[in-house]
């Protein structure tokens, strides 16, 4: 098993997060059974009161939990048996905090400036991801109230701390900006593509103009952000996302042919953006999240079997052992599978 832009190889004994089903949610689980029964007769949180212990457990476990759950091949029963009262109190409580006009915005132990309610939003609408094949109308209807509740809590946090990705793309100024403001930004961006993915699946495409605009928002943002700071690991997860968006749209991207299209540069220097920061921050975390990170982006870059091709620019009268080079993939499509990215495991 090879992870090409990290450079070496790793076996699977090697490394925790390789294996086709990790279990590395099973401690997280166990942490989380333990406030569970910790809160058991708390009513309402109030974070001020709270130990940092138990803020940075609570903290840890939510970020960890939605951030995870989208390597798993089998979410249903993880998304069942989690215990969530514990996380859904909490994230209550920042809830109520964050509306108090005479409280300063917290920053947390784990997830710094990114509202906790946007990883409770992650955890969701990743499960959700996961249920289109069955067409459902509640599946929708609940998509639709996740983009309702991450439009609120983005106006909400950019109203507080202002939109650093339109400062990051004026050339001619090198504003300050520190990694928590980008990294939530990058957070909100990321789910507003992956939402969009799951309400719209055909409209919502790596070929598409949203999705343009939005690597190029990205790129920005990523672009300021310092990957040499201690725990620079935390924005793996909105690179996962924004590395599906930036996928070769058919083989010949893939082997760096034809990239006249401004759409195609975009990609291209998206792709290896992420490469370079993926890099930095692997050589100083040795993280496992990471080199998991690359190993899927690597896959999806190399157009794996699981991609879905949505268009082929050749007809049956001319179609040659050529043709495949312009036959058109999605990215995206590898996030709204059964098994979601786990299939790139396969």
């Given amino acids: 098993m090879s992870f090409s832009f990290l450079g070496g190889r790793l076996t699977p004994k090697q490394d925790f997060y390789s294996a086709p089903s990790s279990h590395s949610l099973v401690h997280y689980k166990a942490i989380s059974q333990v406030l569970e029964e910790w809160m058991a007769n708390v009513h309402r949180l109030q974070l001020a009161e709270m130990s940092v212990f138990h803020l940075t457990l609570l903290d840890s476990v939510l970020y960890h939990f939605s951030t995870r759950l989208i390597f798993e091949p089998e979410i249903d029963a993880i998304w069942t048996s989690f215990?969530?009262?514990?996380?859904?109190?909490?994230?209550?409580?920042?809830?109520?905090?964050?509306?108090?006009?005479?409280?300063?915005?917290?920053?947390?132990?784990?997830?710094?400036?990114?509202?906790?309610?946007?990883?409770?939003?992650?955890?969701?609408?990743?499960?959700?991801?996961?249920?289109?094949?069955?067409?459902?109308?509640?599946?929708?209807?609940?998509?639709?109230?996740?983009?309702?509740?991450?439009?609120?809590?983005?106006?909400?946090?950019?109203?507080?701390?202002?939109?650093?990705?339109?400062?990051?793309?004026?050339?001619?100024?090198?504003?300050?900006?520190?990694?928590?403001?980008?990294?939530?930004?990058?957070?909100?961006?990321?789910?507003?593509?992956?939402?969009?993915?799951?309400?719209?699946?055909?409209?919502?495409?790596?070929?598409?103009?949203?999705?343009?605009?939005?690597?190029?928002?990205?790129?920005?943002?990523?672009?300021?952000?310092?990957?040499?700071?201690?725990?620079?690991?935390?924005?793996?997860?909105?690179?996962?996302?924004?590395?599906?968006?930036?996928?070769?749209?058919?083989?010949?991207?893939?082997?760096?042919?034809?990239?006249?299209?401004?759409?195609?540069?975009?990609?291209?220097?998206?792709?290896?953006?992420?490469r370079e920061k993926l890099l930095e921050i692997w050589q100083l975390s040795l993280s496992g999240f990471v080199r998991r990170t690359a190993n899927c982006l690597d896959k999806v870059w190399n157009l794996h079997s699981s991609l879905h091709r949505f268009q082929s620019s050749t007809d049956d009268r001319f179609r040659s052992k050529y043709s495949s080079l312009s036959e058109k993939y999605d990215g995206l499509s590898a996030l709204v599978s059964k098994k979601g990215l786990a299939s790139l495991q396969d």
């Fill in 83 to 274: 215990p969530w009262n514990a996380l859904a109190k909490y994230v209550e409580a920042w809830d109520d905090e964050s509306r108090d006009p005479r409280t300063t915005p917290r920053v947390l132990p784990v997830v710094g400036k990114t509202p906790p309610t946007l990883f409770f939003l992650i955890s969701q609408i990743t499960w959700l991801s996961r249920q289109l094949a069955s067409s459902s109308h509640t599946t929708s209807d609940l998509a639709r109230q996740c983009q309702t509740t991450l439009e609120e809590i983005e106006e909400a946090h950019f109203r507080l701390h202002g939109k650093c990705s339109a400062v990051l793309q004026d050339g001619a100024i090198k504003p300050v900006i520190s990694n928590g403001d980008i990294a939530a930004e990058l957070y909100f961006l990321a789910l507003r593509i992956y939402i969009g993915k799951v309400l719209d699946p055909q409209k919502t495409r790596t070929d598409s103009a949203a999705i343009h605009l939005s690597l190029i928002n990205g790129f920005a943002l990523l672009n300021g952000y310092d990957a040499s700071e201690p725990c620079s690991q935390v924005i793996c997860w909105p690179l996962i996302i924004l590395g599906c968006a930036a996928c070769p749209l058919n083989l010949a991207e893939a082997r760096g042919q034809g990239t006249d299209s401004i759409y195609t540069q975009t990609r291209m220097q998206m792709r290896r953006l992420i």
